[in-house]
């Protein structure tokens, strides 16, 4: 066993646990909530057949290391990380939006714009943007967190407020907390020569009313980066960008016929494209934290994780 395709722990005092795209989340005893980030890969709202190697401990350990980056603007969930796939946090109720922010006309929101839409999420987007332009602000494009297997869906601020999703000072604080953590996000990015082109974040509250950061923070699977370098001459002479971020697999599907759509059958992924596409993610790793990458054992590693967290809830 070398990857993560899915775990069912019982740990003492675990009350349920809850399986994402990517991610189980356990609770225990309704205190703390341990989070495996499993090497599944999710595109589209689809999770493929096959896992990709140490992909869960990249993204755990990018989001780990950029909590800690954040953590004096925003207060976070995350308590500790007793093993190199586990985040162990405080037990929140999350908010039932994704917060999207977007400083450049790309992905998802460049798709929309190029099919002739200028307003997405209730917000406005200049006329004259090719894509990958930034925009002169970034902007927030919130979208509804789907259930398992559904697609997210846009949704605007006032539609938000108007189906009672948020209360409005909550709301505030999210927005407020999104456009600091992408400025820092922004900033933390330039150091490595690249651009943090959009991101989203989640949101939970605590048991004593405190608003926090969730999930996972500026990782290749919930943000897009360019590479700084050669971005303007790129964007003058009208070439794709080089791109940091979970598109390439994206763009692969896209290539091969699936976007995810109705009837639509997802490609044959070989062993090589595998190698492939966890190389790219320890890249990824790499110059998006600006360390090297070390491989945990995985010789057994639903054992290695199992036993790292029993120990941490034994102390």
């Excluded at 595109?43 to 780990?64: E, H, R, W």
């Excluded at 999207?100 to 002739?116: D, F, N, Q």
């Excluded at 960008?241 to 390439?248: A, C, D, M, P, V």
């Excluded at 110059?287 to 199992?306: C, M, P, Q, S, Y």
Aim: glycine share 6%; aromatic share 8%; hydrophobic share 35%.
């Amino acid at each position: 066993m070398k990857t993560i395709n899915e775990t069912n722990f019982q740990f003492p005092n675990q009350k349920s646990v809850y399986k994402g795209k990517v991610r189980e989340v356990y609770n225990i005893n309704d205190e703390v909530i341990v989070m495996v980030a499993s090497d599944r890969l999710s595109a589209f709202d689809v999770v493929l057949p096959k896992q990709i190697p140490y992909k869960g401990q990249i993204l755990n350990q990018i989001a780990s290391k950029m909590m800690s980056e954040t953590s004096d603007i925003v207060p976070n969930w995350l308590v500790a990380n007793p093993d190199e796939n586990v985040s162990v946090g405080h037990l929140c109720e999350p908010f039932k939006v994704e917060m999207v922010i977007r400083g450049y006309l790309s992905g998802h929101a460049a798709r929309e714009y190029k099919a002739g839409k200028r307003v997405i999420c209730g917000v406005k987007m200049p006329e004259g943007l090719n894509e990958n332009d930034k925009f002169p602000e970034p902007i927030i494009t919130p979208s509804t967190k789907a259930a398992k297997g559904d697609h997210d869906e846009d949704i605007s601020r006032e539609e938000i407020l108007a189906k009672g999703i948020v209360l409005e000072e909550d709301y505030l604080i999210l927005e407020n907390y999104t456009r600091k953590l992408f400025q820092r996000g922004t900033e933390i990015a330039k150091k490595r020569g690249l651009i943090l082109v959009d991101t989203k974040y989640e949101f939970g509250k605590k048991k004593n009313g405190e608003i926090v950061l969730i999930d996972e923070i500026h990782t290749p699977d919930s943000s897009r980066y360019f590479y700084a370098d050669g971005y303007q001459e790129r964007q003058e002479r009208g070439e794709k960008q080089r791109q940091l971020s979970k598109e390439f697999v994206r763009l692969w599907l896209i290539e091969n016929g699936f976007q995810g759509k109705e009837g639509q059958k997802l490609p044959e992924i070989s062993d090589n494209k595998i190698k492939e596409i966890s190389d790219r993610y320890i890249e990824l790793y790499e110059l998006i934290t600006g360390e090297k990458f070390i491989k945990a054992n995985t010789d057994n590693i639903l054992k290695r994780v199992e036993n790292n967290i029993t120990s941490f809830l034994n102390e």
